[in-house]
């Protein structure tokens, strides 16, 4: 557990400060280049898959392979903090996937496309390994959750513009035109990250070898509740992603027959998500992650079900109902890693994370071979199962987050 810190203690960033405005803002505009770029491509794979004449599944693989690369790297980008710093590794993320963004925008054929997406999720691991591990550092502990909750809304609204803009650029313009326009203000929103971002006040290098790291890496792997915390991510992440890819593709045949511009105006349900975060993040802070994070699950499920109506309108409220549920869920799972971590916090956090985005690579691209061979009832079938098995993970979990 992070080390107790008394009220009104000006080491640490508290709520109400100016620094803890200047730290909102700076991650927020970090959030909107890192999953703006992450997931502009979400709303194109239905027409990757048309123009490229590749299966559901394989045209996934243009967001898959940088979900992947992003998971297997954040381990990498989480020891190298501990050595050079957290806001050093932020900012070589943010520039470097910047300069990979115009990359994916020029690249010709669709497997080229998939190379240069893979090279950008390894340099979009550094902002989020590190993250959570530098707010779990230097912001004062009754203040964390609404500042992780803060950070995840930004996560949101870049999910939520890089879907919606490249969505409108494909349908009246071309998504290369959109690829290289979000190079563009990822640069300029990144030079303000690197100018309005405090430096860490808390933060002690190590000079550990390989067999350090690997020794924290392996303390943040024996601990159950934190096992049970990777594992509900991953499960969760990968059902949530599956649902906005694939409805995609329902949506635009019958008998809604939608445009890919108003396919991505529906991740505005994202919006939902950017509320959810902070208020179940200052609730859990109240009432206890034990109680809030089932309830969120809960929540999921009942938007999850309530997409397979056959009514645009109630897809849509399914959409915002899960969505809801998903980013308060992750909220509070991904705060409560940086809480139990205690000296492995940055592994801790790295590994909640590399399992988040592998949940989001496996199970988002297998929901393909489900849409195929089952329609929409099978993908909504394998995400309330991946959620069933969250909820056993949260389980295991429970008596620590009743404590944290």
Known sequence: MLPSRPPGDHGYIARGTSVYRRV?????????????????????????????????????????????????????????SDRFGRKPIMLFSLFSSCVLQFAVGMAPTFWEIVAARALEGLTLAGLPAVAMTYLSEEVEASSLGLAMGLYISGNTLGGLLGRVL????????????????????????SAYVAWSLPASRHFVPRRDGVSDIVSRFAHAVKRPELDALYLLGGLLMGGFVSLYTYMGFRLA???????????????????????????????????????????NIAIMAAGAIITCARGLAEVIIGMVIFTFGFFGAHSIASSSVGRLGGAQRAQASALYLFCYYTGSSVIGSLGGLFWTDMGWRGVIGMILSAQGFASAAFLFARRKLRAA
Request: glycine share 8%; aromatic share 12%.
């Open 24 to 80: 909102s803002i700076a991650f927020l505009a970090a959030g909107l280049v890192i999953f703006a770029n992450l997931y502009a491509v979400q709303p194109l794979i239905p027409a990757f898959s048309l123009a490229f004449g590749r299966s559901p599944a394989a045209a996934s693989l243009a967001l898959s392979a940088s979900t992947f690369t992003l998971a297997l790297s954040l381990p990498i980008f989480a020891s190298l």
């Open 166 to 189: 490249m969505s409108v650029a494909a349908d009246h313009a071309s998504w290369r035109m959109g690829m290289l326009i979000f190079g563009g203000v990822s640069l300029a929103l």
């Open 253 to 295: 045949r019958a008998p809604y027959h939608l445009s890919t511009s108003v396919i991505g105006l529906l991740f505005f349900a994202y919006l939902a998500g950017t509320f959810s975060s902070s208020f179940m993040g200052s609730l859990a802070d109240r009432i206890g992650r034990h109680r809030v994070l089932p309830l």
